[in-house]
């Protein structure tokens, strides 16, 4: 081979990748446990309301205690939950399940709302005229003359 047919080494072409930071999303895995410091960060659930709940008579699950954390296993209070929100059996005997009650979409008529805010008012010790709020004077303030 002579120094004349040599060929150049071939270069290779220049490549940028641009990711911005935002599309980038890292997945951890769930904690085995879930504790009042990161019930919050991991189910969305204030401290309080799980302090609340662990603490509370017939909490079916085991919980952990280590000093002043309570620790529940991180599933099974996930299943539990789910259960809770799944079962009608949980609601009182007067309850209905969203699905089955009246249409909460349709707006209540103004003839409703009125009666319904003088009930109330009336059960609290309020007296209405018989007179539309529409007839009534804007304010009893004496005019300046």
Sequence with gaps: MRSSDARPPLAAPALSLVIPSGAITLIAPRPAFVSQETSLAILGIPRDRFLAMVRAPGFPLPV???GKARMVDTEALIAYLRGLGASPANLDRNEQPVESGPDLAAE????????????MGAGLGFAFPDA???????????SKR
């Excluded at 529409?134 to 009893?140: E, G, I, L, N, Y």
């Design 64 to 66: 952990l205690v280590q």
């Design 108 to 119: 209540p008529s103004p003839e409703s709302e009125d009666s319904a805010a003088r009930k």
């Design 132 to 142: 539309p709020a529409s007839d009534a004077p804007a304010s009893r303030r004496r």
